[in-house]
């Protein structure tokens, strides 16, 4: 399954679990991931689900599992997470 949403880049500043302050120049809010950010490959266990009640908690676990609950930083970006566009960037999540 591929998770697709546009957002805006902008500076942030927060704190890890050990406290440690963190800041970046330009981070993007994840969404509430809901049915229409998500398309279906039929790769993944999460692509039967896809018409269903559940995918939307099946993709948030998923997201969750590998660290994306809040924020993508785009200096440093997470494996399966592509970027692309100018001022409103598209991100697109791959594989889950």
């Known amino acids: 399954m ?3 949403f ?3 880049a902008k500076p942030s500043l927060w704190y890890d679990s050990n406290f440690n302050k963190c800041v970046s ?3 993007v ?8 950010h998500c398309a279906d490959e039929g790769k993944t ?3 039967q689900y896809s018409n269903s009640n559940l995918c939307a908690a099946m993709v948030q676990r998923e ?6 609950t809040k924020r993508i930083d785009l200096n ?3 494996e399966g997470v592509t970027v692309s566009g100018n001022f409103i960037k598209t991100i697109t ?3 889950i």
């Open 2 to 4: 591929k998770i697709e």
């Open 6 to 8: 546009k957002a805006k």
């Open 25 to 27: 120049d330009s981070t």
């Open 29 to 36: 809010t994840i969404p509430a991931i809901k049915r229409h």
């Open 45 to 47: 266990r999460c692509d």
């Open 63 to 68: 997201l969750e599992a590998r660290g994306l």
């Open 76 to 78: 440093n970006l997470p």
């Open 93 to 95: 999540i791959t594989n």
